[in-house]
T-cell receptor, first 113, second 114 residues
Framework: GDSVTQMEGPVTLSEEAFLTINCTYT??????LFWYVQYPGEGLQLLLK?????DKGSNKGFEATYRKETTSFHLEKGSVQVSDSAVYFC????????????FGAGTRLAVHP | DAMVIQNPRYQVTQFGKPVTLSCSQT?????MYWYQQKSSQAPKLLFH???????NEADTPDNFQSRRPNTSFCFLDIRSPGLGDAAMYLC?????????????FGSGTQLSVL
């Protein structure tokens, strides 16, 4: 079945460091890919998405490119801030004709001043 | 400002005692979802409503039921909670259910089973 694998956390970085969170997926058909973020005490919220191969999603300085050949959707940011500390979830839309999100287990990011 | 509201934030129940979790939305979205998230695991879809049409996932235990009396509200009923049902339960909505649709999540209800 469809699945998502993302790097285990926690990831601990200093402010202004470069961030990469790896995500790979297995899916049938032509899924859409998403990154959701969960700040402490809040619900998950959409960070960015890409709907077809080679698309780049971007938001708030974060980017991810839909790579069909490597079935990957790695999240990157050039310079992280303390306020980026959160849990990041990679997800793919599953088969079934509706937006059944298949999530990875989440990666906790801690950014220190 | 809150768009998807889950109550309560924390719920404690006893083994085998029925419990209901609530979700409401102010977005007037057609689709409402319930996800279960166990500690350090990926959120897992239990079921969703597309308007009044209930859609159960194949591997959702019969112990889990849902009701959607109107557009704004959706309930998750656990008929006989077991220790393995302790988890965070996430409610989400989307305007429609195409694969590109953005989901809006509530803050979740953390369920403990004693």
């Amino acid at each position: 079945g469809d699945s998502v694998t993302q790097m285990e956390g926690p990831v601990t970085l200093s402010e202004e460091a470069f961030l990469t969170i790896n995500c790979t997926y297995t899916a049938t058909g032509y899924p859409s890919l998403f990154w959701y973020v969960q700040y402490p005490g809040e619900g998950l919220q959409l960070l960015l998405k890409a709907t077809k191969a080679d698309d780049k999603g971007s938001n708030k300085g974060f980017e991810a490119t839909y790579r069909k050949e490597t079935t990957s959707f790695h999240l990157e940011k050039g310079s992280v801030q303390v306020s980026d500390s959160a849990v990041y979830f990679c997800a793919t839309s599953g088969a079934g004709g509706y937006n059944k999100l298949i999530f990875g287990a989440g990666t906790r990011l801690a950014v220190h001043p | 400002d809150a768009m998807v509201i889950q109550n309560p934030r924390y719920q404690v129940t006893q083994f085998g005692k029925p419990v209901t979790l609530s979700c409401s939305q102010t977005l007037n979205h057609n689709v409402m979802y319930w996800y279960q998230q166990k500690s350090s695991q990926a959120p897992k879809l239990l079921f969703h409503y597309y308007d009044k049409d209930f859609n159960n996932e194949a591997d959702t235990p019969d112990n889990f039921q849902s009701r959607r009396p109107n557009t704004s509200f959706c309930f998750l009923d656990i008929r006989s909670p077991g220790l393995g049902d302790a988890a965070m339960y996430l409610c989400a909505t989307s305007r429609d259910r195409g694969q590109d649709e953005k989901l809006f999540f509530g803050s979740g209800t953390q369920l403990s089973v004693l």
